[in-house]
């Protein structure tokens, strides 16, 4: 398995079976497309390979309205990469793609560079300057090259479309049940654990600590969270706070997890943060006593979430 930058040059990967999209998530949608593409290709005997971008197009096309990631480019390329696809092939979404013409990527990419003998997209799949071409028009035109195309029909949650808008919204309103069921996993936040104030430790509950103002994902409301932090020692049950510690006049916006049973230094390590419920909202106390009172309604919280 291996992650291209289609401007490196040619990918050398010979006749495939691609699939195409940005893959926010990488949620049950997008598995449902990537193991048609694996199935089709081992029929062919042909390498399975997608084809995405470092960054959202939305991001670079309506920056007013981008309200962030559900993945960064490096989760994104990862989970892509253990769905057991051969190939990932990403290009940067830049001016000279954004103005391409459709019939130009089809042409020029599709056919050409990454020679797609099969090509699957979703049913809302639209590409080309100005988003010109849809689905319909890209079967049409594969077509008229002798390739074929495959477009995936919806996927759906009860009576649901799964779809990233839908997961970018239930995780700005901190309703994981609902973010979780449609990624088919829990959603997470990854980071290096960085120094704090060390007002945790003082109390009794130490935390690590990760810095939130310069993310570029999606991020749940203010508040306490019952989660798992996955750590370089092991995974652990995780209370964690998001915010900015009102009762101590702090500003900075940021996450702290105190990890059960864990003794050990995380400091200036990586670690992921998987969200499983919303406790509360991250409110003012009156003192520090209050507070501890508080964490432990909170921690007997998270025991009856995660046993």
């Known amino acids: 398995m291996k992650l291209k930058n289609l401007l490196t040059g040619d990918p050398e990967i010979g006749p495939c079976v691609l699939g195409i999209g940005t893959f926010d998530g990488v949620h049950l949608g997008h598995r449902q497309l990537i193991s048609e ?4 290709a081992r029929e062919l005997d042909l390498p399975a390979v ?13 920056p007013d309205i981008f309200k962030g990631y559900l993945t960064t480019p490096e989760e994104k ?37 990454l020679q797609a003998m099969v090509t699957f997209v979703g049913f809302n799949f639209y590409f080309g300057a100005g988003r010109a071409g849809t689905a319909e028009m890209l079967a049409k035109i ?34 994981f049940a609902r973010a979780n069921r449609f990624l088919g996993r829990e959603a997470s936040f990854s980071g290096e654990v960085v120094h704090g104030d060390h007002r945790g430790r003082i109390m009794g509950f130490p935390t690590a600590n990760l810095q939130l103002e ?55 390590r990586v670690i992921r943060i998987r969200f499983v419920q919303r406790i509360r909202e991250e409110k003012r106390f009156p003192d520090m006593q209050t507070l501890i009172e508080q964490i432990h309604r909170d921690l007997a919280s998270l025991r009856n979430i995660i046993p």
């Open 37 to 40: 593409i694996i199935g089709t």
């Open 50 to 62: 997608i084809f995405t971008f470092d960054h959202s197009p939305r991001k670079f096309l309506s």
């Open 77 to 113: 390329f990862s989970l892509l990469l253990g769905t057991g696809v051969d190939h990932v092939i990403f290009r940067p979404f830049d001016e000279n793609f954004a103005a391409l013409a459709h019939e130009e990527f089809v042409s020029d990419i599709l056919i050409k560079q």
């Open 142 to 175: 594969l077509l008229e090259h002798g390739r074929n195309c495959q477009i995936i029909t919806p996927v759906k949650v009860g009576y649901e479309v799964v779809s990233s808008s839908i997961i970018r919204d239930a995780v700005a309103a901190g309703d």
């Open 214 to 268: 310069t993310s570029l994902k999606i991020l749940p409301p203010n508040g306490v969270y019952a989660c798992y932090a996955d750590t370089p020692d092991g995974s652990f049950p995780a209370i964690v706070n998001i915010g900015v510690r009102p009762t101590f006049d702090r500003s900075n916006h940021l996450l702290e997890a105190h990890l059960l049973n864990f003794n050990g230094d995380l400091y200036h």
